[in-house]
């Protein structure tokens, strides 16, 4: 079992900067992947971003590169999402997500598990 706790989003100004974070307990060994998914109200769940177990293999949408940066930090357990020159557009509930094989399936969703309960990002205009 993998238990995962998102934290840091808020309510900022466009171009502003927030962080977040996902710090994961339990069978943290066992996890190869993680990622950040996010989903804006009426619409679907969108891949974020993703990273694999030593911090150096990274995915990102388009839509953010450039502007997030995902990192991972092994022995704090912890998995990073810097966001910066933020956008409305990138208002929503930020998920992170695990998984135990080394692959992020484009980003999709498909194979992660341990979903957190979520952080609320707001971007105003």
């Known amino acids: 079992q993998v238990q995962l706790v998102e934290s840091g989003g808020g309510l900022v100004q466009a171009g502003e900067s927030l962080r977040l974070s996902c710090a994961a307990s339990g069978r943290t060994a066992s996890i190869y992947r993680m990622a950040w998914f996010r989903q804006a109200p009426g619409k679907e769940r969108e891949g974020v971003s993703c990273v694999g177990k030593s911090d150096g293999t990274k995915e990102y949408r388009e839509s953010v590169k450039g502007r997030f940066t995902i990192s991972r930090d092994r022995p704090k357990n912890t998995v990073y999402l810097q966001m910066n020159s933020l956008k409305p557009e990138d208002t929503g509930v930020y998920y992170c997500?695990?998984?135990?094989?080394?692959?992020?399936?484009?980003?999709?969703?498909?194979?992660?598990?341990?979903w957190g309960q979520g952080t609320q990002v707001t971007i105003s205009s």
């Open positions: 997500a695990r998984r135990f094989e080394d692959i992020c399936a484009g980003l999709t969703g498909a194979g992660f598990g341990s």
